[in-house]
């Protein structure tokens, strides 16, 4: 059997936890407060859950109060990409990861310094990663 990437969408919906699946490849948004990741205030990397992206560090999650994990920066330009997303007559700016184009959420201007950026990102989309405390 050949592996490729992209994957179909079947693909994904066998290798996927369906609320990942519903996020990722749906463009789903889960309910706010109900998240794995709102309250992590641990120390490591959110990596993309579909195919494992480095996308947000904790040192840029904050706590926005919306119900979703929010950032005020990605981890690196590469790891993101943004497109406008006019869907329930909203001017929005939808986030996917630019690896496997998975729905990851949207970013909005009300965020903190420096950036004053909301990235507002769905827990089921992100895999966190905790720092190690001593490598070895
Ligand atoms: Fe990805």
């Given at each position: 059997m050949k592996k490729k990437m992209p994957k179909t969408e079947e693909e994904w919906k066998t290798c996927l936890a369906p609320e990942a699946f519903s996020i990722l490849r749906k463009k789903g948004t889960e309910i706010?407060?109900?998240?794995?990741?709102?309250?992590n205030k641990k120390k490591g990397v959110y990596v993309c859950a579909g195919c494992g992206n480095r996308l947000f560090s904790s040192d840029t999650k904050y706590e926005s109060g919306t119900g979703w994990p929010s950032f005020w920066a990605p981890a690196s330009k590469n790891g993101i990409e943004m497109k406008p997303d006019n869907s329930l007559l909203m001017h929005r700016t939808e986030i996917l990861c630019m690896k496997c184009k998975g729905h990851l959420g949207h970013v909005f201007d009300d965020g903190p310094k420096p950036t004053g950026k909301r990235f507002c990102i769905n827990s089921a989309a992100l895999h966190f990663k905790e720092k190690k405390k001593s490598v070895g």
């Open positions: 706010p407060f109900t998240g794995k990741y709102v309250n």
